[in-house]
């Protein structure tokens, strides 16, 4: 023993006599001085410190070291002996591989002890702990965190022991002073880690424990201390701060700890089937908590964006309805103020979005929920509807003249991801730009042209005009009026792209009758070689609205030609009149693309079409939806980023 506790003095220990010194000192606690055991155990914490791939360690060697660890540490010798004891296990429960030792119910109480986390005989939670050895109580925690995080049985013990109901308890005391910043943020990161993983303890904590009841305290004191210190004479009123529009500059810890409870929340609310008066009136006090989360800040702007994310998660799983609370009351001056209300947070929100639609590598992620809680607020509230299409769509004016997916407007960038390979993504940003046209196609189809819109209107059935019917919308803001810049180009606006357009020789323009009919004739042999070839579908729009292919829709038998009438142009064995819809690809214009660029449409009884343009049919008479309309249930487009 002396020869290897000589050999190591001045350089790394290995495994194996880092496991024989432990041993010895188990047998023997007095014969070897604790200086030397906190030394070796340091040596090997610090020479491993940065290595998480530990497959050059045996497994007999790791396992015979955990266990003389988990040993020593009952042994209680010293805080210093315990807390370099965790740093070596946090070390070796990196990897997933032989953790057969760390995961026992007797290695699992033995961290929840070491992290205070152990009610002893029903009585209170012993804080002495996070009072006196805040240290050890960090380094347990982190290891609680690497061993649920890779083993499904450590996940299922610590669902079921003390674990969780010890985080609660402690959360509860969130205003004493010995709870430390980082005791905290642990605590949450490992509550948060087992609610993402076991998830059928969620609806548990939140009836039997009351954890969205404490978390919102938790969340409520973070908050309102901001910078000052926990005395309660530094702290802020949250309901102040709600009802002035008053924000906060977090520190860094506090940021931290505030999104890791943002996180437990989020999935501890993600489904809310079991919801009663208690619930909601849990829900709406946590949403105004929310909305002061969005005018508060961090020390640095990843910080704020990081925080704001993680709010808007949340929001996510609120209720439609009570988005109406993220409208502050009017209470500070110059804030921006609309329609009686302080829309700051929803501001906070528009920035947010502003600055994730620069970042193009993580769109489906970062998105996702800021158009979904847009669209189910604009959806449920219209103060918010309306302040948004003021901001979104304003009135077009000399901009006609420009596709609507060209510049940087925020119409413009949110019309660019109607056709975004992201299907998600694609579908609420058309959905939030249909709700703040009131669901109204035509409206929608003035501001993104047909073509941008068309594959939402035929998911939905939409492509013969009309109205959604899944919104609650007031009876103002109609539209009705037009800017007059945008009325000089009405008339010459292709539909299909949104722009305006000079207007285009006809292609056939000095043709004669037999010479159109021959082209009418070449183009329908050139479209059934393709449909036979299963390039291309020729479709038409059935009466519900969607495309449903041709010879389908009529009974026709496949491969059967398309009528040619001699002197008629082209026309179609449908009966219907409608226009034949081809589509290239999701979101792309119903149209037949010739090799120069110019769409054709060929309408039944009609001359053979081919302009830079072909007008969309048109709407059926349809109502708009009125306020008593049910709204959409509140889980559509919800993500869950954090699962």
Same mark, same amino acid.
């Given at each position: 023993?002396?020869?290897?506790?000589?050999?190591?003095?001045?350089?790394?220990?290995?495994?194996?006599?880092?496991?024989?010194?432990?041993?010895?000192?188990?047998?023997?606690?007095?014969?070897?001085?604790?200086?030397?055991?906190?030394?070796?155990?340091?040596?090997?914490?610090?020479?491993?410190?940065?290595?998480?791939?530990?497959?050059?360690?045996?497994?007999?060697?790791?396992?015979?070291?955990?266990?003389?660890?988990?040993?020593?540490?009952?042994?209680?010798?010293?805080?210093?002996?315990?807390?370099?004891?965790?740093?070596?296990?946090?070390?070796?429960?990196?990897?997933?591989?032989?953790?057969?030792?760390?995961?026992?119910?007797?290695?699992?109480?033995?961290?929840?002890?070491?992290?205070?986390?152990?009610?002893?005989?029903?009585?209170?939670?012993?804080?002495?702990?996070?009072?006196?050895?805040?240290?050890?109580?960090?380094?347990?925690?982190?290891?609680?965190?690497?061993?649920?995080?890779?083993?499904?049985?450590?996940?299922?013990?610590?669902?079921?022991?003390?674990?969780?109901?010890?985080?609660?308890?402690?959360?509860?005391?969130?205003?004493?002073?010995?709870?430390?910043?980082?005791?905290?943020?642990?605590?949450?990161?490992?509550?948060?880690?087992?609610?993402?993983?076991?998830?059928?303890?969620?609806?548990?904590?939140?009836?039997?424990?009351?954890?969205?009841?404490?978390?919102?305290?938790?969340?409520?004191?973070?908050?309102?201390?901001?910078?000052?210190?926990?005395?309660?004479?530094?702290?802020?009123?949250?309901?102040?701060?709600?009802?002035?529009?008053?924000?906060?500059?977090?520190?860094?810890?506090?940021?931290?700890?505030?999104?890791?409870?943002?996180?437990?929340?989020?999935?501890?609310?993600?489904?809310?089937?079991?919801?009663?008066?208690?619930?909601?009136?849990?829900?709406?006090?946590?949403?105004?908590?929310?909305?002061?989360?969005?005018?508060?800040?961090?020390?640095?702007?990843?910080?704020?964006?990081?925080?704001?994310?993680?709010?808007?998660?949340?929001?996510?799983?609120?209720?439609?309805?009570?988005?109406?609370?993220?409208?502050?009351?009017?209470?500070?001056?110059?804030?921006?103020?609309?329609?009686?209300?302080?829309?700051?947070?929803?501001?906070?929100?528009?920035?947010?979005?502003?600055?994730?639609?620069?970042?193009?590598?993580?769109?489906?992620?970062?998105?996702?929920?800021?158009?979904?809680?847009?669209?189910?607020?604009?959806?449920?509230?219209?103060?918010?509807?309306?302040?948004?299409?003021?901001?979104?769509?304003?009135?077009?004016?000399?901009?006609?003249?420009?596709?609507?997916?060209?510049?940087?407007?925020?119409?413009?960038?949110?019309?660019?991801?109607?056709?975004?390979?992201?299907?998600?993504?694609?579908?609420?940003?058309?959905?939030?730009?249909?709700?703040?046209?009131?669901?109204?196609?035509?409206?929608?189809?003035?501001?993104?042209?047909?073509?941008?819109?068309?594959?939402?209107?035929?998911?939905?059935?939409?492509?013969?005009?009309?109205?959604?019917?899944?919104?609650?919308?007031?009876?103002?803001?109609?539209?009705?009026?037009?800017?007059?810049?945008?009325?000089?180009?009405?008339?010459?606006?292709?539909?299909?792209?949104?722009?305006?357009?000079?207007?285009?020789?006809?292609?056939?323009?000095?043709?004669?009758?037999?010479?159109?009919?021959?082209?009418?004739?070449?183009?329908?042999?050139?479209?059934?070689?393709?449909?036979?070839?299963?390039?291309?579908?020729?479709?038409?729009?059935?009466?519900?609205?969607?495309?449903?292919?041709?010879?389908?829709?009529?009974?026709?038998?496949?491969?059967?030609?398309?009528?040619?009438?001699?002197?008629?142009?082209?026309? $179609? +064995?449908? !009966? @219907? /009149? %409608? =226009? &034949? *819809? $081809? +589509?290239? !690809? @999701? /979101? %792309? =214009? &119903? *149209?037949? +693309?010739?090799? @120069? /660029? %110019? =769409?054709?449409?060929?309408?039944?009884?009609?001359?053979?079409?081919?302009?830079?343009?072909?007008?969309?049919?048109?709407?059926?008479?349809?109502?708009?939806?009125?306020?008593?309309?049910?709204?959409?249930?509140?889980?559509?487009?919800?993500?869950?980023?954090?699962?």
């Amino acid at each position: 023993m002396a020869s290897i506790i000589k050999s190591n003095a001045e350089s790394s220990i290995t495994v194996d006599d880092l496991a024989l010194v432990l041993e010895a000192q188990c047998r023997s606690p007095d014969s070897l001085c604790r200086e030397t055991i906190t030394r070796h155990l340091s040596m090997f914490a610090t020479s491993h410190d940065n290595i998480f791939q530990l497959s050059h360690i045996p497994k007999d060697s790791k396992n015979r070291l955990i266990a003389s660890l988990f040993d020593t540490m009952s042994l209680d010798i010293s805080r210093d002996i315990n807390f370099y004891c965790l740093g070596c296990l946090r070390i070796l429960s990196r990897q997933k591989d032989d953790m057969d030792c760390l995961v026992t119910t007797e290695s699992l109480h033995l961290l929840l002890q070491s992290a205070g986390l152990v009610v002893e005989s029903d009585g209170p939670l012993d804080m002495s702990r996070c009072r006196d050895a805040p240290a050890v109580v960090v380094e347990a925690l982190k290891c609680l965190f690497n061993i649920v995080f890779q083993n499904k049985l450590a996940q299922s013990i610590c669902a079921r022991n003390c674990c969780l109901p010890g985080i609660l308890e402690r959360t509860k005391r969130h205003t004493d002073m010995s709870v430390s910043w980082d005791i905290s943020y642990f605590d949450m990161r490992l509550m948060f880690l087992v609610t993402a993983l076991v998830p059928e303890i969620r609806l548990l904590l939140r009836k039997e424990y009351k954890a969205l009841e404490y978390l919102k305290d938790h969340l409520e004191f973070v908050i309102s201390t901001g910078n000052s210190s926990r005395s309660e004479s530094d702290r802020l009123d949250v309901s102040n701060m709600y009802n002035n529009a008053i924000g906060c500059t977090l520190t860094d810890s506090q940021c931290d700890l505030v999104c890791e409870i943002l996180k437990i929340l989020f999935n501890l609310t993600i489904n809310m089937s079991d919801r009663d008066e208690q619930l909601d009136r849990n829900i709406g006090e946590l949403t105004k908590l929310l909305s002061c989360s969005l005018l508060s800040r961090g020390g640095t702007v990843d910080k704020t964006e990081s925080l704001h994310s993680n709010v808007i998660n949340l929001l996510t799983n609120i209720p439609p309805e009570m988005t109406r609370l993220l409208l502050l009351p009017v209470g500070t001056e110059g804030a921006t103020e609309y329609d009686g209300y302080n829309t700051a947070a929803i501001d906070a929100i528009l920035s947010l979005l502003d600055v994730k639609l620069d970042n193009k590598s993580s769109y489906l992620e970062s998105l996702s929920p800021i158009l979904s809680v847009l669209c189910e607020a604009s959806r449920c509230v219209p103060p918010i509807r309306k302040y948004l299409k003021r901001l979104i769509l304003p009135p077009l004016r000399g901009e006609v003249k420009s596709l609507p997916e060209e510049g940087d407007t925020l119409r413009n960038r949110i019309v660019r991801l109607m056709t975004n390979p992201f299907v998600q993504v694609k579908e609420l940003a058309a959905d939030l730009l249909f709700v703040l046209c009131k669901e109204n196609v035509s409206r929608l189809v003035k501001y993104t042209g047909y073509g941008n819109a068309a594959g939402m209107l035929a998911s939905r059935g939409l492509l013969r005009g009309g109205y959604g019917s899944r919104g609650t919308y007031s009876d103002e803001d109609s539209d009705s009026s037009e800017t007059e810049e945008y009325s000089q180009h009405k008339d010459l606006i292709n539909p299909i792209t949104g722009r305006w357009e000079q207007p285009k020789p006809s292609p056939c323009q000095g043709m004669t009758e037999d010479e159109k009919e021959i082209e009418a004739e070449k183009l329908a042999e050139m479209i059934q070689k393709m449909s036979r070839g299963g390039i291309i579908t020729p479709m038409g729009i059935g009466r519900d609205g969607r495309p449903v292919p041709f010879l389908n829709r009529a009974g026709v038998p496949s491969g059967s030609p398309l009528a040619v009438p001699s002197s008629t142009g082209v026309s $179609v +064995p449908l !009966g @219907t /009149g %409608s =226009p &034949p *819809v $081809v +589509p290239m !690809g @999701t /979101g %792309s =214009p &119903p *149209v037949i +693309p010739m090799a @120069t /660029g %110019s =769409p054709v449409t060929l309408r039944t009884g009609s001359p053979l079409l081919a302009t830079a343009g072909v007008s969309p049919p048109p709407p059926t008479a349809a109502e708009p939806p009125t306020e008593s309309q049910s709204t959409r249930d509140s889980t559509d487009h919800h993500t869950s980023p954090q699962e």
